[in-house]
């Protein structure tokens, strides 16, 4: 079964770029038809759908955060990688990895990371 872990530094600075590594298990990051995708939950608010790298082709990312995302795979180290740049204590949140297959929404989302909570300081 698919396992995911999120990881990097919790704690990023206003203005700078956040980072995450999620780390695949129990499949791999080129299997057909799997969406890889990158959810957050701000404190007391619901999740937010970040975006999604395909197995093989280009990511899709929520509009308002487009600007700023970037998501990238690695397949020689079966990992997909988020990057945010130029946050506000606003983006802070848990982020989670996850992964579906066929469907793209959040609700086929059917492995996820166990989450990380990165705070932005101003």
């Known amino acids: 079964q698919v396992q995911l872990q999120e990881s990097g530094p919790g704690l990023v600075k206003a203005s700078q770029t956040l980072s995450l590594t999620c780390t695949i298990s129990?499949?791999?990051?080129?299997?057909?038809?799997?969406?890889w995708t990158w959810i957050r939950q701000p404190p007391g608010k619901g999740l937010e759908w970040i975006g999604y790298?395909?197995?093989?082709?280009?990511?899709s990312y929520s509009p308002p955060l487009k600007s700023r995302t970037s998501i990238s795979r690695d397949t020689s180290k079966n990992q997909f990688t988020l990057q945010l740049s130029s946050v506000t204590p606003e983006d802070t949140a848990v982020y989670y990895c996850?992964?579906?297959?066929?469907?793209?929404?959040?609700?086929?989302?059917?492995?996820w990371g166990q989450g990380t909570l990165v705070t932005v300081s101003s």
């Open positions: 996850a992964t579906s297959r066929f469907k793209r929404s959040v609700g086929a989302l059917n492995a």
């Open positions: 129990g499949g791999s990051i080129t299997t057909n038809d799997y969406y």
């Open positions: 790298t395909p197995n093989n082709g280009n990511p």
